[in-house]
């Protein structure tokens, strides 16, 4: 099993920009698939991007393609979620997550371990 911290969350204005990080604190993120998701108050849990293993292929969804950007770090066992060109409406708890490295997925249902998430609030 591995457990996830996040970190890098505040309050930003609309057009700024964000680096959020979440460090495997107890076992590795090796070779789990990784996830950013993130939910806001009366709305779906909603993926923002995903890794495979080794970093070589990602996947977004159309509301933040563009914008926002995964990576990892295996070594530094620590995945990275770079937010740029920020809006109001991307206002959310953020967490990330882990899946067997055969998820290929953004569905959330697929994902066994969670952080405990790290607010990003974008101001108008």
């Known amino acids: 099993q591995v457990q996830l911290e996040e970190s890098g969350g505040g309050l930003v204005q609309a057009g700024g920009s964000l680096s959020l990080s979440c460090v495997a604190s107890?076992?590795?993120?090796?070779?789990?698939?990784m996830g950013w998701f993130r939910q806001a108050p009366g709305k779906e849990r909603e993926c923002v991007g995903v890794?495979?293993?080794?970093?070589?292929?990602?996947d977004y969804p159309d509301s933040v393609r563009g914008r926002f950007t995964i990576s990892r770090d295996n070594a530094k066992n620590t995945v990275y979620l770079q937010m740029n060109s920020l809006k109001p409406e991307d206002t959310a708890v953020y967490y990330c997550?882990?899946?067997?490295?055969?998820?290929?997925?953004?569905?959330?249902?697929?994902?066994?371990?969670w952080g405990q998430g790290t607010q990003v609030t974008v101001s108008s």
């Open positions: 890794i495979n293993w080794s970093g070589g292929t990602t």
């Open positions: 107890r076992g590795t993120i090796v070779p789990y698939y």
């Open positions: 997550a882990a899946a067997p490295t055969t998820a290929q997925s953004m569905d959330g249902r697929l994902f066994r371990h």
